[in-house]
């Protein structure tokens, strides 16, 4: 079985699967490279307004498929980081939804979602240590930013696996699913952050992220936007909101 990501679109979420059941859905050169440009196209789809990143089966992703590593990896470093900074600059909400081992590349991927969620059983671990590679800088930011840099440095020095219990006390996971209720929880919250104003989430994110010269942009799309007059007049008449800002037609 050909190792790929797969995607779908369905309720205004797009859902992407890392899919090589060989190798526990290990990424290769070809997975890293077709990441950015898949998620440039589901950026741009209008019908997408929140994202889903998780693995085949019970695996989330064993990390780099290490065989690439060999003779050129430098350049398997590359496409990883340029892949994670493609997810993390995704103009929408992201979610990994993390069953298994989400190890090593696989736990790059996850940090650059906005949100984690992760079935009981679940462990992470941050692996360069066991290779000697250096772990590039914007996932070791990333990491410090999601666990603080005692927590950092433990993952990265070591190496060693944490469960999915650890992962929610130290904030590298926002929800532990009990077995079997993962894939109900995703849809339920996915169908949530579909319903809500895009303009907010967008700028949210960007001001989460320490973006800090977009206020004036941001203040423009919500005068030229009618969400905030739609929000105000669906809760005093009692109804569903119905949100038209767009990320994918916005500038």
Known sequence: M????????????????????????????????SLPPLLETLAADPDVRALVLTGEGGTFCAGADISTLRGVPLEAQRL???AEEALAAFPKPTLAAVRGHCVGGGAQLAAACDLRFAE????????????GIVY?????????????????KYLLFSGELIEAGRALRTGLVDEVLPGGELEKRVAE?????ASRSQLTQA????????????????DGRARESDDTAEGVAAFLERRP???????????
């Open 136 to 152: 590039p800088a914007s996932a070791t930011r990333r990491l410090v930013s999601l666990v603080g840099p005692a927590t950092a």
């Open 2 to 33: 050909e190792p790929q990501l797969l995607h779908d679109v369905t309720e205004h979420v797009a859902t992407v699967v890392i899919r090589n059941p060989a190798k526990r859905n290990a990424m290769t050169a070809a997975m890293w490279g």
């Open 120 to 131: 009981e059983g679940a462990r992470f671990g941050v692996t360069p240590a066991k290779l």
């Open 80 to 82: 990883a980081v340029a």
């Open 203 to 218: 700028a949210a994110k960007e001001f989460a992220n320490g973006r800090t010269d977009r206020d004036a942009y941001w």
């Open 241 to 251: 909101p119905r949100f038209t800002w767009s990320a994918s037609t916005s500038g």
């Open 189 to 193: 919250f996915t169908r949530i952050l």
